[in-house]
Nanobody, 132 residues
Framework: DVQLVESGGGLVETGGSLRLSCAASGFFEDDYAIGWFRQAPGKEREGVSCTSLTDGTTYYADSVKGRFTIANDNAKYTNYLQMNNVKPEDTATYFC?????????????????????????RGQGTQVTVSS
């Protein structure tokens, strides 16, 4: 079974940094896309950043461009979200999401489609709170 386990959340001051990790298990080949969503109380979920090993694409939401960086350790099947210069509006529960063997009939960037919500697996989430 595929499992995604997030870690690294916590309380951080505005302008500070935090690194989230997502440990994936049950992956047996490098044909997948993985990334991060977030959801704050009363707000819709937002695709934050995603990356695809299948087609080599990466996606960042406009709200995090230039501040967040996604990285993948392929050997360990671990994905990281480095969050720099955080803001109070980054406060949310962050979820790791993934899709294996992504189906892409329209030939769109797979990272973009994953961050649009086309994921199969989702972790339990880790809370990030940014104090002002």
């Amino acid at each position: 079974d595929v499992q995604l386990v997030e870690s690294g959340g916590g309380l951080v001051e505005t302008g500070g940094s935090l690194r989230l990790s997502c440990a994936a298990s049950g992956f047996f080949e490098d044909d997948y896309a993985i990334g991060w969503f977030r959801q704050a109380p009363g707000k819709e979920r937002e695709g934050v950043s995603c990356t695809s090993l299948t087609d080599g694409t990466t996606y960042y939401a406009d709200s995090v461009k230039g501040r967040f960086t996604i990285a993948n350790d392929n050997a360990k099947y671990t994905n990281y979200l480095q969050m720099n210069n955080v803001k109070p509006e980054d406060t949310a529960t962050y979820f790791c999401v993934a899709v294996l063997n992504p189906w892409n009939p329209d030939n769109r960037p797979i990272a973009t489609t994953l961050c649009a919500g086309l994921y199969t697996y989702r972790g339990q989430g880790t809370q990030v709170t940014v104090s002002s």
